[in-house]
């Protein structure tokens, strides 16, 4: 039996060029940045190195980025920290944050509202993109204010009009952050063109290793630590720094980057003929968000007659291909997600898989998959 790994949007393997710029940071160049020997000064020049190459992936300066421990970091410092940095202005601010985002943004945004801290305002967002910014963004005038809103879905590759959003804050004087971990070197992605005020990515989303993730910054931003201890990365993040980890992450997202010209075609041809022999093989089939701009790596399925979605996945993990129903953050919950109850009702009646293509992605492998996926259904379908 032949496996297939259709679940990239979870996680990727380390590309090779990624590992071998890593190596010599988790071996022979092993300094402490912040030591003032030579071998501190080696390590933290390649950490300088790291975040230049970074910024420049992503249109930014290098005073712009800081280095995280993963993507929920990146979100909940975006979030908290720049919550309460709001709140030194006196009134309490305002956190619109869309309905479909990350838990890493939703928990934390949540949290805050338990505390007093802010008030949070979710933005409805239709299965086509559109974002009904007009109706939670009323009486903010002398409002501080923080919206939340992802570049690419995780869960259905849906693209959020990013620029519609930077247009609206402005003339609101609200802060936009934006999680992009699913669109940085899958669609194009650069903060002088799109002014965005935070950006959070990660690495292990297109090659790149686990835990290590960034968070944009844009020059005269205020944002409030979450931890204390040191004064690495501008006291945002103190701790000593994963020198081997922020190279590893700016090679992957570099080479995405400088790659995204050919492979996102490739990902989306893939994706397409994937999604045409599903929709030929399962009658009644829905794709989710298939109407709107999507990025090119993520299909999301509605499948009818199915009862149990954690279910299906099982049986298609039995059969060598790896899926999800959604975030893998939340593998195993039976329930809709909360993406599918905000985009099509909280008593959807279909089950959701989510399909996903990477770099190294094959035509053999998508037929595949679509083959096992068609067998599973008509397997398990309600008569």
Not at 171 to 181: E, G, L, R, Y
């Amino acid at each position: 039996m032949s496996s297939v790994y259709l679940d990239h949007a979870a996680t990727t393997p380390v590309r090779d060029d990624v590992i071998a710029a890593m190596e010599p940071y988790l071996t022979a160049r092993f300094g402490n940045p912040s030591s003032a020997h030579r071998w501190g000064q080696e390590a933290s020049a390649a950490l300088e190195h790291a975040r230049a190459r970074l910024a420049s992936a992503i249109g930014a300066r290098p005073s712009e980025i800081r280095f995280v421990r993963g993507g929920t970091e990146s979100d909940n410092l975006a979030i908290i920290g720049g919550v309460r940095a709001l709140a030194r202005e006196g009134a309490t601010p305002v956190l619109l944050a869309s309905a479909i985002e990350h838990s890493a943004v939703l928990e934390p945004a949540g949290w805050l509202e338990g505390r007093g801290e802010t008030e949070l305002r979710l933005i409805p967002v239709s299965p086509d993109g559109n974002l009904g910014l007009d109706r939670v963004s009323d009486q903010l005038d002398a409002r501080p204010s923080l919206a939340s809103v992802m570049w690419a879905n995780n869960e259905t590759g849906l693209l959020l009009p990013m620029d519609e959003v930077v247009s609206w804050a402005r003339t609101s004087c609200t802060v936009v952050h934006t999680d992009a971990s699913q669109g940085v070197g899958k669609v194009p992605i650069d903060v002088g063109e799109v002014e965005v005020d935070l950006l959070t990515a990660t690495g292990h989303k297109l090659g790149g290793p686990r835990g290590c993730g960034v968070l944009f910054v844009r020059d005269g931003i205020e944002i409030e630590p979450l931890i204390f201890g040191g004064g690495q990365e501008r006291a945002l993040r103190p701790g000593t720094e994963d020198v081997a980890g922020a190279v590893g992450l700016a090679e992957a997202i570099h080479l995405a980057v400088r790659d995204l010209e050919a492979s996102g075609p490739r990902m989306a041809a893939l994706r397409d003929r994937l999604q045409g022999r599903l929709l030929d093989a399962i009658p009644g089939l829905r794709l989710n968000c298939g109407d709107a701009p999507r990025a090119p790596h993520v299909l999301s399925l509605g499948l009818p007659g199915i009862r149990n979605g954690a279910d299906f996945l099982m049986a298609l993990d039995l059969e060598g291909v790896a899926a999800s129903g959604g975030s893998a953050c939340h593998t195993g919950a039976a329930a809709a997600s909360h993406v599918i109850s905000a985009l099509y009702g909280s008593d959807d009646p279909f089950a959701t898989v989510r399909l996903s293509v990477g770099r190294a992605s094959t035509e053999d492998e998508v037929d595949r998959g679509a083959e096992v996926v068609a067998e599973v259904w008509n397997r398990m379908k309600s008569p």
